[in-house]
């Protein structure tokens, strides 16, 4: 089997190009940076701002929600003035947010600087995405996706571990200042990365939505709105079991990263809506788990059945979206894809939170695998609506 950097004279263009490892390291710091705020945010609202489970998954969800106002218009702009503007500006607004977490002392504030890191977000995601489908190989753009995402959960792998661990030899002030010095460093990496977009920009076209990127968003929204749940509460729910947040979120992101990588092929090789079925279940299966078996035993194993289902979901999905519509279009629909990503995470501290605060974090888990199983049916219903050979003439050229 031919590795990801094949040549084309073995028969397959090469993916691991200098551009695209650059991209993924700008990438991985950046989402360091956001790791490392993901644990100590909700002890924050908790510990330090007293906020109850409804307020803290109000705190939480400013982030996702006003990523999700953001990313129609980040889409369109990535097409219309390119990707390395988007990257520039969205690591350029999250030092600042993470710097506003400083002075954050009530839940409004708290909201703001979430929100604004969110908006940060927006920007470099949808850019980085977009720009990882311009490097990628046509048919190796499931691969791509898979490789790609890595640089996001080495984030969330990495990230929190230096979150938790500057918050028990230092204070909440430090874990910010560590945070946006990093985001600095992703500001850096950003601003020394080519432009990957194509020549011609979509200049006369002002769609902020795609409707290639709809049904598969849905089928996205569904089936990560455990894993928001997962990531809002879980550092909070760990007290109940006795374990520290860093192990379920470790185990949560190691597997996810191994099989991105092992697995980096199977949506190109095997069918994207396929994997995408089967993973569905195993996030059902998992969240079910954890929400049914209240001890360390059933978040472990639960975290990890989980994790496998999440490994493939989302890199399958988009690769199916961007196959779809021209080069010039893929930040548009990236954007409109992604978007649904920001509405679970948006969505799920929110209600999730409203559950538990009623009758406990089981309960949330529960709820979040059956609209995992829902997200299968959805897909196994909308298949000819998102299989590559109705992509347009022209798409993924």
């Known amino acids: 089997m031919s590795g990801p950097g094949a040549s084309a004279t073995s028969g397959r263009a090469s993916l691991l190009t200098p551009a695209f490892l650059s991209l993924a ?11 490392i705020v993901l644990p100590i945010v909700p002890q924050f609202a908790e510990r330090q701002l007293g906020l109850n489970p409804a307020e803290m998954g109000v705190a939480i969800a400013a982030f996702s929600v006003a990523s999700l106002v953001a990313r129609p218009l980040v889409g369109w702009s990535t097409d219309r003035f390119g ?24 839940l409004g504030l708290l909201v703001a600087a979430r929100a604004l890191f969110g908006v940060g977000e927006a920007f470099f995601f949808v850019a980085a995405l977009a720009a990882a489908s311009d490097l990628a190989p046509p048919e190796r753009r499931g691969e791509a996706f898979s490789f790609f995402s890595l640089s996001l959960y080495l984030g969330l792998a990495i990230g929190p571990l ?26 850096v990496l950003a601003w020394l990365l080519p432009e990957t ?57 190691g597997i996810v990263v191994v099989l991105r990588i092992v697995g980096a092929q199977l949506p190109d090789r095997f069918g994207a809506a396929r994997l995408s079925g089967s993973a569905l279940l195993a996030t059902a299966a998992g969240l079910a788990i954890i929400g049914s078996v209240p001890t360390a035993a059933g978040l472990m194993i639960g975290t990890a059945t989980m994790a ?22 893929r930040g548009t629909v990236v954007g409109t894809a992604s978007l649904f990503l920001d ?14 605060g009623g009758t406990g974090y089981g309960p949330t888990f529960l709820v979040s695998a059956g609209l995992a199983l829902f997200g299968c049916a959805v897909l196994v219903g909308g298949r000819r609506w998102i299989d590559p050979a109705t992509q347009p003439a022209g798409a993924g050229a």
Not at 86 to 106: D, E, I, T
């Open 25 to 35: 390291a700008a990438t991985l710091v950046f989402f360091v940076a956001g790791g």
């Open 162 to 187: 230096i979150g938790e661990t500057t918050l028990g030899l230092g204070s909440y002030a430090a874990v910010w200042l560590i945070a946006a010095a990093i985001a600095g460093c992703g500001l």
């Open 343 to 356: 509405l679970a995470f948006g969505a799920a501290p929110v209600a999730l939170g409203s559950i538990a």
């Open 83 to 106: 990707r390395r503007p988007a990257l520039v500006s969205g690591a350029a607004l999250s030092v600042v947010a993470l710097l506003l977490h400083l002075p954050a002392s009530s």
């Open 197 to 253: 977009a194509p020549p011609v920009r979509t200049a006369e076209r002002a769609r902020l939505f795609h409707p290639a990127g709809i049904l598969p968003g849905i089928v996205i929204f569904l089936g990560v709105f455990g894993m928001a749940g997962f990531l809002a509460f879980v550092p909070v729910y760990v007290e109940d079991v006795g374990v520290a947040a860093s192990l379920p979120l470790g185990i949560y992101a």
């Open 308 to 329: 496998v289902g999440v490994a493939f979901t989302f890199p399958a999905l988009m690769a199916l979206a961007v196959a779809r519509v021209a080069p010039t279009e």
